[in-house]
């Protein structure tokens, strides 16, 4: 069974930082690119950034670009998302999601979420 424990959101003020962590079982992790996306409330999914099987490549939505970080420990089958200059408007659940680029980012594939809530 797929499985997938994000934690680390919070409350933060604006222009602060969050480590959002994901660890996953039930599968090789090692084996497959991962993505985060998230929600926020009334609007659709959005894709955040991916990273391939051994973190060489990472790729991220425009909107988070030099501001969020994701990386990777097949060692430990953990996903990070570091998340700095944090904006309102990156108000949202974030998932990590067992897919790449383009991927199947819905259930069983993301886990149950952590919120992240910017306001000052």
């Known amino acids: 069974e797929v499985k997938l424990v994000e934690s680390g959101g919070g409350l933060v003020q604006p222009g602060g930082s969050l480590r959002l962590s994901c660890v996953a079982s039930?599968?090789?992790?090692?084996?497959?690119?991962m993505s985060w996306v998230r929600q926020a409330p009334g609007k659709e999914l959005e894709w955040v950034s991916s990273i391939t099987r051994n973190g060489g490549i990472t790729n991220y939505a425009g909107s988070v670009m030099g501001r969020f970080t994701v990386s990777r420990d097949n060692a430990k089958n953990t996903l990070y998302l570091q998340l700095n200059s944090l904006k309102t408007e990156d108000t949202a659940m974030y998932y990590c999601a067992k897919a790449g680029i383009g991927g199947d980012y819905g259930p069983p594939n993301r886990g149950q979420g952590t919120q992240v809530t910017v306001s000052s």
């Open positions: 039930g599968f090789s992790f090692s084996s497959f690119a």
